[in-house]
C-alpha cells in the first residue's frame, strides 16, 4: 500500500505544481497590469489593459484555463493534504528538502486564505467588471469603463487596505514554499541547483508580494 500511495501522492504533487507554476505565470501579467494604475493618474493605460483582457477572444479562452488551473490545484493540494495527514503519522526519518521552509507546514492554511482572498477579490473587481455597472471615460485612444477609478475606491477604504495586505502577506508565503517544492515535485532535485532555485523563488516571491502591496499600500497613503 505505501509504494502505490506515494506514487499517486507524487503523481497529484506533479499535477498541482505544473498548475501552480501556471497560476504564477498569471499573477506576472496580473501585476504588470495593475501597476500601471499606480503611473498613470488618468488610468488610461490601465483601463485600455483592463479592457483588453476583458474582450480580447484569446483571452477570454484563457480565463477559462486559469479557471481549471485555481480549481485543479485547489482540489489536488486539498487531497495532498489529506493523504499527508492521514498517511504519515510518523514524520520522516530523514530531512528533505521539503522540510527546508518553515511554511511548508503551512500551505494548506495560507492556501485556504488565499482561497477565501479569491472570493472577496472577485467580488471586488470581476463582478462589478462583468456585471456590474463601471463608469465609461473617454480619452483620445477611445471609451473604456473606468476599472483604475473603481480600484481607487476600494483602496480608499481602511479595511479593505488591512485585509489585501494581511492576504497578500501570506499569498507571499504561499509562493515562497510553492515554487521550491513545485520544482522538487517536478524532479529538480540537485545539491548545488536546488538552494540556487530557492533563492530565485524566494526573491522572486518577495517582489511578486511587494509589488502587489504597493497598490493598495500607495493609494491609500497618497
Ligand atoms: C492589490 C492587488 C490587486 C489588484 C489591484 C487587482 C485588481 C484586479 C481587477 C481590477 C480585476 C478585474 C479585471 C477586469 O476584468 O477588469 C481583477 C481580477 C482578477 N484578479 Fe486581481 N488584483 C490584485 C491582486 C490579485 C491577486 C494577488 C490574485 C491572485 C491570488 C488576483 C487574482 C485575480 C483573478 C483570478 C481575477 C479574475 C480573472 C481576470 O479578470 O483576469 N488578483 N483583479
Request: aromatic content about 18%; glycine content about 8%; cysteine-free.
Amino acid at each position: 500500500m505505501g509504494n502505490s500511495l506515494a506514487y499517486s501522492s507524487i503523481t497529484k504533487k506533479i499535477i498541482m505544481s505544473l498548475a501552480g507554476l501556471f497560476l504564477i505565470s498569471f499573477l506576472l501579467v496580473h501585476l504588470g497590469i495593475n501597476l500601471l494604475i499606480l503611473f498613470d493618474k488618468t488610468y488610461e493605460s490601465f483601463n485600455m489593459a483592463a479592457h483588453f483582457m476583458a474582450t480580447n477572444p484569446l483571452i477570454q479562452v484563457f480565463q477559462w484555463v486559469l479557471f481549471i488551473g485555481f480549481i485543479i490545484h485547489i482540489i489536488y493540494g486539498i487531497i495532498v493534504q489529506i493523504q499527508n495527514w492521514s498517511a504519515r503519522p510518523v514524520k520522516y526519518m530523514k530531512k528533505g528538502y521539503s522540510e527546508l521552509s518553515y511554511f511548508s507546514k503551512f500551505m494548506i492554511h495560507t492556501g485556504v486564505v488565499v482561497f477565501i482572498f479569491l472570493i472577496i477579490h472577485f467580488a471586488n473587481f470581476f463582478i462589478v467588471a462583468k456585471f456590474g455597472h463601471v463608469e465609461e471615460i473617454t480619452y483620445k485612444s477611445g471609451t473604456y469603463e473606468n476599472m483604475g477609478a473603481v480600484v481607487f475606491e476600494t483602496f480608499k477604504i481602511g479595511w479593505y487596505v488591512v485585509f489585501y495586505v494581511l492576504a497578500l502577506l501570506l499569498l507571499g508565503f504561499h509562493l515562497e514554499h510553492g515554487i521550491q517544492s513545485a520544482f522538487q515535485s517536478l524532479g529538480f532535485n540537485h545539491w548545488r541547483y536546488t538552494p540556487v532555485i530557492k533563492i530565485i523563488g524566494t526573491l522572486f516571491s518577495i517582489l511578486i508580494t511587494l509589488g502587489f502591496l504597493a497598490i493598495p499600500l500607495v493609494i491609500y497613503f497618497t
